[in-house]
């Protein structure tokens, strides 16, 4: 079974286009996030969710909206897609009291 | 803030020599630190990380990283190079554990010659 899985692996789409990349972990973990890992491999945290509940939100545009519909679910939706928004996005999860994440295989987005 | 610099984008070295892969860190409190590592087209993996306990730390596939406070470095390193070490690695530093920010260095990029 796989840890964090993230649907799908490969997006391609328009500019202007709504997408949403869906991320689940069965670890158990009660903190989710989503990176984002840019085209030089700089990776970015973007948000954070610790049981369902928003934590950490850096600056990203508001075109870019999680959600968590429980602790095990960690969405994605992206809308007005943008040629800059193409990267790797990748979820990870912890657990309070564990050191490190796990990482999902990453959502390859780009954008044409 | 915290931050993370590794020195040196692309290392190369030859079948069986030691890899020595460079993190210094700036953080105003007590860090945690990782090593993660990414093979092409996956995601990332925990090498090995230190939580303030013992400061040479051990990780997977014969990997280490001394935290040595003074320098602020936590320097990875591996005695024999393995062309399935092939990879890019990442130093992160976090401020405390549980729901933390992961905060990482741009990458390494290790290339082993045989």
């Known amino acids: 079974d796989t840890a964090v899985s993230q649907t799908p692996k490969y997006l391609v789409t328009q500019m202007g286009n709504d997408k949403s990349i869906k991320c689940e972990q069965n670890l158990g973990h009660d903190t989710m996030y989503w990176y984002k890992q840019d085209s030089k491999k700089f990776l970015k945290i973007m948000f954070s969710?610790?049981?369902?509940?928003?934590?950490i939100n850096e600056t990203v545009p508001n075109r870019f909206s999680p959600k968590s519909p429980d602790k095990a679910h960690l969405n994605l939706h992206i809308n007005s897609l943008e040629l800059g928004d193409s990267a790797v996005y990748f979820c990870a999860s912890s657990q309070a009291g564990d050191y490190g994440y796990t990482f999902g295989s990453g959502t390859r987005l780009t954008v044409v | 803030a915290q931050s993370v610099t590794q020195l040196g984008s692309h290392v190369s070295v030859s079948e069986g020599a030691l890899v020595l892969l460079r993190c210094n860190y700036s953080?105003?409190?007590?860090?945690?630190l990782f090593w993660y590592v990414q093979y092409p087209n996956q995601g990332l993996q925990l090498l090995l990380k230190y939580t303030s306990a013992a400061t040479l730390v051990k990780g997977i596939n014969g990997f280490e990283a001394e935290f040595k406070k003074s320098e602020t470095s936590f320097h990875l390193t591996k005695p024999s190079a393995h062309m399935s070490d092939a990879a890019e690695y990442f130093c992160a530093v976090s401020q405390r554990a549980g729901a933390q920010k992961l905060v990482f260095g741009q990458g390494t990029r290790l290339t082993i010659n045989p």
């Open positions: 969710y610790n049981n369902k509940e928003l934590i």
């Open positions: 953080s105003s409190v007590p860090p945690y």
